[in-house]
């Protein structure tokens, strides 16, 4: 692994399901970030971490969860997914609070 | 008012031109800011991060003007390959005071 990976690439889903977002990096960041971006409306935060075993809440933080059980792994969880969670969700890391950030390549999400 | 506010654009400009985009911020206390570049469907890259002094990288200077609350990306000798989205960032003191501008469209024509 090289930088910071994403799975899926894209996902299909019925309301109403569950679905788990995967996002690793090999950079030893302490920060990580999810984020969601829509047309019209650039990119919004929905939760972040500041290192290993704290997450905090983001600008749009409803309807999702993470956890950071370690350095490397920031997973981002739709309990029960609605169609307005539609989106490209993009995950994102930095060495600390207030650096620059690396992103992943994105998954882009339909929920039907 | 958005706490952070670009130009969408487009910018349509011919190679070789100049080109300045803008981006304003609300919050007198950020503390931290930078340009991205998103290509069409792809993930945001950092272009480069904007200081008090402004700073130069090749055809790219960045300037931040505090007391007014903007900063500002200039590319000069555009080439095809600059067409994309500009976003700028500013950030504050943690994690959770970033905001992302909407981003200004650039194309270059040839």
């Known amino acids: 692994i090289a930088g910071i990976t994403q799975a899926p690439t894209s996902q299909i889903l019925a309301a109403g399901r569950r679905m788990t977002l995967r996002c690793t990096q090999d950079?030893?960041?302490?920060?990580m970030y999810w984020y969601r971006q829509d047309l019209g409306l650039g990119l919004r935060l929905i939760h972040y971490?500041?290192?290993?075993?704290?997450?905090g809440k983001g600008e749009v933080p409803d309807g999702y969860s993470v956890s950071r059980a370690n350095t490397d792994d920031f997973p981002l969880t739709l309990a029960s997914a609605v169609p307005s969670q539609t989106s490209v969700y993009f995950c994102?890391?930095?060495?600390?609070?207030?650096?620059?950030?690396?992103f992943g390549p994105g998954t882009r999400l339909t929920v039907l | 008012r958005k706490e952070v506010e670009q130009d969408p654009g487009p910018f349509n400009v011919p190679e070789g031109a100049t080109v300045a985009f803008n981006c304003t911020y609300s919050?007198?206390?950020?503390?931290?800011f930078f340009w991205y570049r998103q290509d069409c469907r792809k993930e945001p890259k950092l272009l480069m991060s904007?200081?008090?002094s402004g700073n130069e990288d090749g055809r790219f200077t960045a300037q931040l003007n505090r007391a007014s609350q903007y900063i500002s990306l200039l590319i000069r000798d555009s080439k095809l390959s600059d067409s994309a989205t500009y976003l700028c960032?500013?950030?504050?003191?943690?994690?959770?005071?970033?905001?992302f501008g909407s981003g200004t469209r650039l194309s270059i024509r040839p």
């Open positions: 994102a890391s930095s060495e600390d609070g207030a650096g620059e950030q690396f």
């Open positions: 950079m030893r960041h302490n920060a």
């Open positions: 971490s500041n290192t290993a075993g704290t997450t």
């Open positions: 919050n007198s206390a950020s503390q931290s």
């Open positions: 904007v200081y008090s």
């Open positions: 960032v500013v950030r504050g003191s943690s994690a959770s005071k970033i905001i």
